[in-house]
T-cell receptor, first 110, second 116 residues
Framework: KNEVEQSPQNLTAQEGEFITINCSYS?????LHWLQQHPGGGIVSLFM???GKKKHGRLIATINIQEKHSSLHITASHPRDSAVYIC????????????FGQGTRLTINP | ETGVTQSPTHLIKTRGQQVTLRCSSQSGHNTVSWYQQALGQGPQFIFQ???????GRGNFPPRFSGLQFPNYSSELNVNALELDDSALYLC???????????????FGEGSRLTVL
């Protein structure tokens, strides 16, 4: 079992829909990152969370440390939101490592 | 534009050769981390350097090594290249060691390595 699990693996939605991507982890962490990767490889950091909730434009990220779960929400989705969304955690057991989820491929149709 | 630059952008090597990839951090960032992303796969953490010292390592063999310089730029060296080393290699810089809780990651565009 992977230390970081994302769901769903693939998600197709219509423009305007509310999107939720989930991330669960099984290790102790010091922080969690949500990343966006467009075709061609560039990775952009969306959020870094250690508690609570953050909002940036149409994106909202939440984390529940007790339940070891985080969600990324996109409101009023748009075709330009189509990308792979990756959850990654910084472990704090021993030497620090960044452990990635397998990613969620999001496609927003016009 | 993240301010993180990597070079070269593309390169081709043959099995057994050695390669050095370079990363210039965003100004003021003292932490750099390296990742390998095989085609169609998610990134895998290789290691992190904080103030010129390795500060964490993923499950990569010793032939993957790195350096961080006083100006916080960094190199990734891979010896004895294997076909499976073909991948996109990404670096990311951040301010503050990860243990401090600081550190939004700023990624470069990557170096695409092909091993023949």
């Amino acid at each position: 079992k992977n230390e970081v699990e994302q769901s769903p693996q693939n998600l197709t939605a219509q423009e305007g829909e509310f999107i939720t991507i989930n991330c669960s982890y099984s290790v102790g962490i010091s922080a969690l990152h949500w990343l966006q990767q467009h075709p061609g490889g560039g990775i952009v950091s969306l959020f870094m969370l250690s508690s609570g909730k953050k909002k940036h434009g149409r994106l909202i990220a939440t984390i529940n440390i007790q339940e070891k779960h985080s969600s990324l929400h996109i409101t009023a989705s748009h075709p330009r939101d189509s990308a792979v969304y990756i959850c990654a955690v910084i472990t704090h057991q021993g030497a620090q490592k960044l452990v990635f989820g397998q990613g969620t491929r999001l496609t927003i149709n016009p | 534009e993240t301010g993180v630059t990597q070079s070269p952008t593309h390169l081709i090597k043959t099995r057994g050769q050695q390669v050095t990839l370079r990363c210039s951090s965003q100004s003021g960032h003292n932490t750099v981390s390296w990742y390998q992303q095989a085609l169609g796969q998610g990134p895998q953490f290789i290691f992190q350097y904080y103030r010129e010292e390795e500060n964490g390592r993923g499950n990569f063999p010793p032939r993957f090594s790195g350096l961080q310089f006083p100006n916080y730029s960094s190199e990734l060296n891979v010896n004895a290249l294997e076909l499976d080393d073909s991948a996109l290699y990404l670096c990311a810089s951040s301010l503050g060691g990860w243990r401090s809780g600081a550190g939004e990651l700023f990624f470069g565009e990557g170096s695409r390595l092909t091993v023949l």
